[in-house]
């Protein structure tokens, strides 16, 4: 970080805790409109519920279509907040700080969005989900199979969603004493108060969140790089359909789900930058950084996805070779490949080698819903062209229509995430309060001739 | 520390740039007995190699069954040696300072690239030309038209290029280096010096050239290193045997490659330590980085590992069960898991401890594992592959798969193929010696730079360490 | 026990430091004082003690249930219920291996959260003097001792510059 601001206390309290303490005027109007959308989805799947399966554009072949497509997106985006948060934490990155927070709130509501996106939706039925995930024989002493990817799934998603979530209410300790210490009313001093357990800011206190952040970081990696290697396997350790059976799929995923998730949360910037009025706290050096951090990540996911390829067509097979002309030379699927393949790296990436670009906000928000456009068209177009050409009898290829159904409740997760983010501002603050003062008690010079180079105070 | 060792008497002041500069080109200017000790040692150890490859060609080059070994320890330095460099060019990236006394120890082993190359060369005869309709990473669309010694031909261009950019690389970083020992010495050291230093006068000019050279010739490295891993690990190896689709393979190999070149680093580190008397800069911070680094990167050695295996293990199909078969569980299984246990066991099971991961000994005896590790596990890699039947041998379709009775029992090394495993560790070690007779092993400028960046102050009742970030 | 507390409040951190030397001078234990901020500052800079902390031991702890519930739970699921699918063992270990894996990080984890609440002393019921303008900015030196004690730490803190002190 070049520049760097040294704040008053009062100030960053005053500043970060406008959106909890008091409310912008857009926010009741954002929520009722995000609300709408989300009840729409739930409408939607009422009449699924009670219409059955059908509605939706699925049938032999194409089992899986939006739902599943957007499971691995909301996984993918879930990503970020790790690597933000903890990667960016274990190597002492500094810019991190005004981020972590709004990362790390944006997995746990992009888990619960998968969660709605698939598992808890698309299967036939719905209510008995549980029964075949949960160890336990509710019927006729029939337990579940651990031999499938899908038992695999929950077991990672929950672990990630517990540790996610753990890991925001320790991080948000601190911040939560100063709530407490600023709240009016009746019932809010007294909520805060017992959450934040009575902190008080001794240095044990202090050392232990210094600990925790790490500890906690280094064994949530682990689980992160697991909950997308495990949904991965969902589709690579079938032998049926071609285009999955990859030994690649899991970094592939990973290294997807980093670009899209660190985009995602390039777009949460800006937007915190515009909404809240944050500028002074999110600056160009941040986008610079993320924007630099994007073009390595995306750089590695191309060369997964040009292994991906090269691999594919490595074995000469019939039916591989079918698949992967149906994905890149037939209608609708050119168009979206070639859609795919700009909005995910081609346009971006050259965009991103200029720092003229990469400290733009307006620029950054826009390549970084590209990025996320094309990165959710990558899982549309490794499942639905599979499942099109899944069986070697040409007489049972088929395509794919998503209904109005499918629709709505692929717009809902996204209302989801979104009216999440709102409601969580509303309640703690977004950027974390001690983080932006422990940055700036560390912050000092390093005087060199006439420069003067910033520096950070290494205990 | 800096001020721990200026605060000795009858120590030059290692916190001044004067004091940093006499104390490194005092250490890189005298060898001592123990250095010669060693050359003579890995000189010999290299002249077996050199008897055990005589024997080896009296073989010929068409049966590549037998030269497994060979291409093993081929595979063993591109990993290890070759990858090295990597713990420079990563940290120079991420403007750590920690990397300063260690970096041009890494880039000394581009170097030993170059003895590699060498090594490669018989390579090329002992694998066979495309004619025998195995599958290659240069299909073209249409198999038939493809020249058939494409493997060859782009691996050594590959192969070439990496050695180039580290050579070029080492060069551009030791500019200053060698102005210095142009200006300090005398004697055949002061005229390569003058030949090689190209006019270094340390204009800003000259230090903003190097400082973007080295960047570039840093990413170009690393690319080119990948390239390599994804060349030699596929048409070198995997395409040896019918029916082994993995994907993943090219990252595995490249991703060892990081591990092991992380973990001959440390191990380089330690001697330099030990037996160069760099006690003053490389320190416990290099150890234990370092050491942080190598336990993620054991790791991901078991993820990429796991990935792999999990597609293959699940589905059953009959040419990847003859793959795990041959290379896992079958005649292998003992090399296997020593690989698992070394690479991956012993440094999650001992690195998770405090005392032994910030210590100075502990990284580098880990380092030591993952070594030994990497060694088998490229043993296992490739004496298996390349005692597979050739593809047009009955046992093999070469449109099918390996069949599971075409796995023999495994190849064991004879004494051609022990001369030859002594003699390329021996001559890799031997020539990284002989070259920090010519080039410092510590970086001279990029230790004086860091006394710029490095502050020393007290903060209220506490001493704290101020870094400076460089643009 | 009739313990009390007092809380002096002080704008910068070498007058803070200043205090604890010289509660510490007249002969109060390092039990009966600590220094509250609102933001973390560099081990030492007030003179402090290094806080010993154990919290090392609870990862382990956790990770240890977590994998036994993971075998028994694998085991145990599949043993009750034998059904081969896909030409796969019945107790295989690669997938055990994942759910094991799961249940290890999960229990790892949960312990350690429980172990940074416990280790910080949290939940605290006995808040003490204690001042809103701590998350300000100000630097607060809070010392908890018997009633008749407490007079002399007023004493002391006033004389070294407190801007305020208030009883808890």
Not at chain 1, 387 to 412: C, N, Q
Not at chain 2, 337 to 346: G, W
Request: proline residues 5%; charged residues 15%.
């Amino acid at each position: 970080m070049q520049d760097h601001i040294q704040i008053d206390h009062k100030d960053i309290n005053r500043d970060l805790l406008s959106g909890v303490l008091g409310t912008p005027s857009w926010w009741l109007g954002a929520v009722v409109f995000l609300t709408l959308v989300f009840l729409a989805g739930i409408g939607a799947f009422g009449y699924m519920l009670n219409k059955g399966i059908g509605v939706t554009g699925l049938n032999r072949p194409i089992m899986w279509g939006f739902f599943m497509t957007n499971f691995v997106f909301w996984i993918g985006i879930s990503h970020a907040g790790i690597m933000i948060s903890a990667i960016l934490r274990l190597t002492q990155a500094e810019w991190r700080r005004p981020i972590t927070r709004a990362a790390e709130v944006m997995t746990v509501f992009s888990l619960m969005a998968a969660l709605m996106a698939a598992p808890l939706v698309h299967v036939g039925r719905p209510w008995r989900a549980a029964l075949w995930v949960f160890p336990y024989d509710f019927a006729r002493g029939v337990w579940p199979n651990i031999r499938s990817p899908f038992i695999w799934d929950p077991s990672a998603v929950m672990t990630y969603l517990t540790a996610s979530s753990l890991f925001v209410f320790v991080a948000l300790l601190p911040d939560l004493a100063v709530i407490r210490d600023r709240a009016t009313g009746k019932w809010a001093p007294k909520i805060y108060s017992a959450l934040c357990m009575g902190w008080r800011g001794t240095p044990r206190q202090w050392k232990l969140q210094a600990l925790a952040g790490i500890l906690l970081s280094a064994l949530v990696l682990p689980v992160f790089v697991s909950v997308h290697s495990i949904v991965s396997w969902d589709f690579a350790v079938n032998i049926g359909v071609e285009g999955w059976h990859s030994t690649i799929f899991a970094p592939y995923f990973i290294i997807g789900a980093i670009h899209s998730g660190v985009s995602a949360v390039a777009m949460l910037m800006a937007v915190m930058v515009w909404l809240w009025k944050l500028d002074k706290y999110i600056r160009p050096d941040h986008f610079d950084a993320i924007g630099r951090l994007l073009i390595v990540v995306a750089t590695t996911w191309f060369f997964f996805f040009f292994l991906e390829w090269v691999f594919a067509l490595y074995t000469l097979e019939g039916p591989e070779l079918a698949l992967r002309e149906l994905q890149v030379f037939q209608w609708p699927y050119i168009f979206l490949f070639i859609l795919f393949l700009m909005t995910a790296y081609f346009i971006p990436v050259p965009l991103w080698l200029f720092k003229k670009v990469r400290r733009s906000i307006p620029l950054m928000f826009f390549t970084t819903v590209l990025v996320n456009v094309g990165m959710w068209l990558e899982r549309f177009l490794i499942i639905i062209p599979g499942m099109a050409r899944k069986t070697p009898l040409t007489f049972d290829w088929g395509t794919y229509h998503p209904s109005l159904v499918e629709i709505l409740m692929v717009a809902s997760t996204f209302a989801w995430v979104a009216l999440g983010m709102l409601l969580f501002s509303k309640v703690f603050p977004l950027i974390p309060i001690f983080d932006i003062k422990e940055g700036m008690v560390f912050r000092d010079e390093v005087k060199i001739g006439r420069r003067t180079i910033p520096a950070s105070i290494r205990e | 520390m800096a001020s721990e060792s200026a605060a000795q008497p009858g120590k030059l002041a290692l916190d001044t740039p004067v004091g940093v500069i006499r104390d490194l080109l005092g250490k890189y200017q005298k060898t001592g007995d123990a250095y010669w000790r060693a050359v003579a040692l890995f000189g010999v150890l290299f002249a077996l190699g050199i008897i055990g490859f005589i024997m080896r060609l009296s073989d010929g080059v068409s049966d590549k069954a037998v030269w497994g070994y060979y291409a093993a320890m081929f595979a063993f330095i591109l990993t290890t040696a070759q990858a090295a460099p990597m713990v420079a060019i990563a940290t120079r990236l991420t403007k750590a300072h920690w990397r300063r006394p260690i970096s041009r120890a890494a880039e000394l082993w581009t170097i030993v690239g170059l003895f590699n190359l060498i090594l490669f060369i018989p390579l090329l005869w002992v694998l066979p030309s495309l004619e025998d309709g195995r599958r290659s990473l240069w299909f073209f669309g249409n198999v038939d038209d493809i020249p058939i010694y494409s493997p060859h031909i782009w691996a050594t261009l590959a192969l070439v290029f990496l050695v180039i950019a580290g050579l070029m690389m080492l060069w551009v970083s030791c500019l200053p280096d060698l102005a210095t020992i142009r200006d300090n010495s005398s004697g055949w050291r002061q005229r390569w010096a003058k030949r090689l230093a190209f006019q270094w006068r340390g204009t800003s000019a000259q230090w903003n050239m190097q400082h973007h050279r080295l960047g570039i010739l840093g990413a170009f490295y690393f690319m080119m290193l990948v390239f390599v891993h994804f060349l030699i690990s596929v048409d070198f190896l995997m395409a040896l045997v019918p029916g082994w689709i993995d994907a993943l393979f090219p990252a595995t190999h490249a991703a060892n490659a990081l591990q092991a070149g992380a973990a001959t680093m440390l191990l380089t580190l330690f001697f330099l330590r030990q037996f160069g008397g760099y006690k003053d800069y490389i320190t416990l911070d290099q150890m234990w980085l370092l050491g942080k680094i190598l336990f993620a990167l054991s790791l991901l050695w078991f993820w990429f590992w796991f990935s792999s295996f999990i597609i293959l293990w699940y589905g059953k199909r009959p040419n990847e069960q003859a793959v795990l078969e041959l290379l896992m569980i079958g005649p292998y299984l003992p090399v296997f898991m020593a690989a698992f246990i070394l690479n991956f066991l012993v440094p999650l099971f001992t690195m998770i401890w405090n005392p032994l991961r910030k210590s100075l000994w502990g990284p580098p005896l880990i380092a030591t594992s993952v070594i030994i590790g990497t060694f088998f596990d490229r043993i296992r890699l490739y004496v298996a592959t390349y005692t597979v039947p050739g593809i047009g041998d009955p046992a093999v379709d070469k449109h099918g798969a390996l069949a599971m009775d075409a796995i023999t029992k495994a190849n064991l090394p004879d004494l051609a193929d022990i001369f030859i495993i002594v003699g390329v560790i021996g001559g890799s070690i031997l020539v990284f010696l002989l070259a920090t007779r010519i080039i410092p092993s510590v970086s001279i400028w990029e230790q004086r730079e860091l006394l710029l960046y490095k502050v020393h102050k007290p903060f209220h009742r506490t001493e704290v360490m101020v870094l400076g970030k460089r643009d | 026990m009739n313990q009390r507390s007092l809380l002096g409040l002080f704008t910068d951190e070498d007058t803070a430091a200043d205090a604890l030397d010289a509660l510490q001078a007249e002969g109060y234990g390092t039990k009966e004082y600590e220094v509250l901020t609102g933001t973390p500052y560099p081990e030492g800079t007030f003179g402090e003690a290094e806080p010993i902390h154990k919290l090392f031991r609870w990862p382990l702890i956790g990770a240890a249930c977590g994998f036994i519930i993971g075998l028994i739970l694998t085991t145990g699921t599949q043993i009750a219920y034998p059904l081969v699918t896909g030409g796969k063992p019945i107790l295989g270990i690669p997938p055990m291996a994942i759910i094991m894996y799961e249940g290890t990080m999960l229990g790892a984890i949960l312990f350690t959260v429980v172990g940074i609440i416990f280790e910080s002393r949290l939940p605290r019921l006995f808040m003490g003097a204690y001042d809103t303008r701590i998350t300000e900015g100000y630097i607060g030196v809070a010392v908890t001792t018997d009633e008749e004690r407490l007079g002399k730490a007023e004493e002391v803190l006033r004389r070294v510059g407190a801007e305020d002190i208030t009883r808890g």
